[in-house]
């Protein structure tokens, strides 16, 4: 059962992703990858909270952590849009990028642990 859940929440994970992504494409015009980073940072809030507030072997946990958090944030968009920086040779936006992510992605999991 904790299986399906998982299955069911990565999906809506996903699709909430898009989402993001659709709105900042359409708001934003620049070439800054701002809803990877954006739903990478939520996500970590997300995360850092399920992991105090939750038990790990709970279906909240489950469906929470593991599923939508898993579905939503996305650690290979971010290391291809990092590449693609590089390919361009825009190293100045490259390390902007990478160091916005971990900072504030690491802030945001120690905020929702906190709160």
């Known amino acids: 059962m904790t299986l399906l859940f998982i299955m069911m929440s990565s999906g809506i994970g996903a699709v909430c992703r898009q989402l993001v992504n659709d709105i900042f494409t359409k708001v934003y015009t620049i070439s800054f990858p701002i809803a990877t980073l954006v739903v990478n940072i939520i996500g970590s809030l997300i995360i850092g909270f ?3 507030h939750l038990n ?3 279906y909240s946990y489950a469906i929470i952590a593991i599923g939508f958090c898993g579905g939503f944030t996305t650690f ?4 291809l849009e990092v590449y693609e920086q590089y390919l ?3 190293y100045k936006k490259m390390t902007i990028y990478i ?3 971990i900072i ?3 802030g945001s999991c120690y905020l ?3 709160i």
């Open 50 to 52: 399920a992991a105090q």
């Open 56 to 58: 790990s072997d709970s």
């Open 104 to 106: 504030l992605s690491i």
């Open 112 to 114: 929702g642990y906190h």
């Open 76 to 79: 290979s968009t971010h290391f």
């Open 99 to 101: 160091l916005l992510t």
């Open 88 to 90: 361009l040779k825009s």
